[in-house]
Every structure is written in C-alpha cells, then in structure tokens.
T-cell receptor, first 113, second 112 residues
Framework: DSGVTQTPKHLITATGQRVTLRCSPR?????VYWYQQSLDQGLQFLIQYYNGEERAKGNILERFSAQQFPDLHSELNLSSLELGDSALYFC????????????FGPGTRLTVL | GESVGLHLPTLSVQEGDNSIINCAYSNSASDYFIWYKQESGKGPQFIID?????DKRQGQRVTVLLNKTVKHLSLQIAATQPGDSAVYFCAEPSSNDYKLSFGAGTTVTVRA
C-alpha cells in the first residue's frame, strides 16, 4: 500500500459526459501528479500540483482540468468525454517539489461507452 | 515524445533464474533514472533509482546498471520469483520540470 488513495476504482460513463476523479496523497506529501495509462499511449504525465499550485503540465487535453485543495487532495476533471479517454488514471505523490520517488495510487479505471 | 524506451516488450524467465530488463535513452544530458514495477491491477511501484554519477546501484535482489557511453540502463533481478511477474518501466524526469517520462514497459512472466 503506497498510502495514496484514489476514488472511484472504476467508472463507467457515456460519451459527452463529465467525471471527477479524486486523489488523496500520502500524509505530508505536497506534490500530486496525474498520469494517464492507455494501451496505445502507455503511461503519460498529465499535470502536477505542488501545495495547491500548478507546477508542471504535460499532455493534458483542454477538456481536462485539475486542482489541488488546501487539504492537499486533488481532483482531475474530465469533460466532454470521448471513447478514446477510456484509460487508467493514476495519481502519484511525492514529498518534495522534486520528482524523486513518486508513490502511485491504485488508479481509477475509466470506461467511456 | 518518449526519451526512454525498452528493447523487448516481453520476457519469460524460469523461476530461480536471473532476469535482465533493458532500457535505452536518447538524451545524453539525462542524469537520473528510475525503475518501476507494475503488478496487475495496481499502480506503478518504485523499485530503484540511479543517478548519472553512478554506474551501478544495488537493492534487494535488484541491480541497476547505467552505461552512459551507449545511453543504456538495465535492471537485473536475481533469483526471479513468481511475485516478480509484472510490467517493468524505466522512467526519466524531464530536465526542466518534474514530469516522468516512462518507457513502454517490459512484461515479465515467471515460469514455475
């Protein structure tokens, strides 16, 4: 158990809908990272937050957004969902602003029908 | 695009044998690499890391070798066990931010 929690574990929705994925980092970790894992693209970095502020951005679509709250949990919002958004979404956390040893949560499996 | 890549997508190994998983990278300025293990239904788990000022680093049953001349790193697992069956990723942080770039992954299957 990495100490990072993600909810829900599974999510099934329809095209055009909007969903919110939630992540709670390890106790004391200030950095939260979001990754997407799909069969054709592998593990792709989406976005990072550090202590509530956006720190780095990767291949995140404009339909996707994220935020980190004062209690350090983070949410990833996916809107206008398309079939191709079906994937595993992982959250990771680390103790410093650096990238060392990111701890990954169990992931949320999103299926868009 | 990816800066790290793996040589083989799959590896089948007999229980008790040693496993070697390879990874190549393209940026000669890269100075830090990480190996992750992802078991079925779980998130990636940190195994071991290495910085460019080292050629070798050992952990518990795992060794990472870094060859900067040919921009290659490998993960060696000693006495492979059934619990080692997983997908293994090499990862590299980008130089100007904190995102990790992952290779495509090698699926290791341990035969009893």
């Amino acid at each position: 158990d990495s100490g990072v929690t993600q909810t829900p574990k599974h999510l099934i929705t329809a095209t055009g809908q909007r969903v919110t994925l939630r992540c709670s980092p390890r106790s004391g970790d200030l950095s939260v990272y979001w990754y997407q894992q799909s069969l054709d693209q592998g593990l792709q970095f989406l976005i990072q937050y550090y202590n509530g502020e956006e720190r780095a951005k990767g291949n995140i679509l404009e339909r996707f957004s994220a935020q980190q709250f004062p209690d350090l949990h983070s949410e990833l919002n996916l809107s206008s969902l398309e079939l191709g958004d079906s994937a595993l979404y992982f959250c990771a956390s680390s103790g410093l602003a650096s990238y060392n040893e990111q701890f990954f949560g169990p992931g949320t499996r999103l299926t868009v029908l | 695009g990816e800066s790290v890549g793996l040589h083989l997508p799959t590896l089948s190994v007999q229980e008790g044998d040693n496993s070697i998983i390879n990874c190549a990278y393209s940026n000669s300025a890269s100075d830090y690499f990480i190996w992750y293990k992802q078991e079925s239904g779980k998130g990636p788990q940190f195994i071991i890391d290495i910085r460019s000022n080292m050629d070798k680093r050992q952990g518990q049953r795992v060794t990472v070798l870094l060859n900067k001349t040919v921009k290659h790193l490998s993960l060696q697992i000693a006495a492979t066990q059934p619990g080692d069956s997983a997908v293994y990723f090499c990862a590299e942080p980008s130089s100007n931010d904190y995102k990790l770039s992952f290779g495509a992954g090698t699926t290791v299957t341990v035969r009893a």
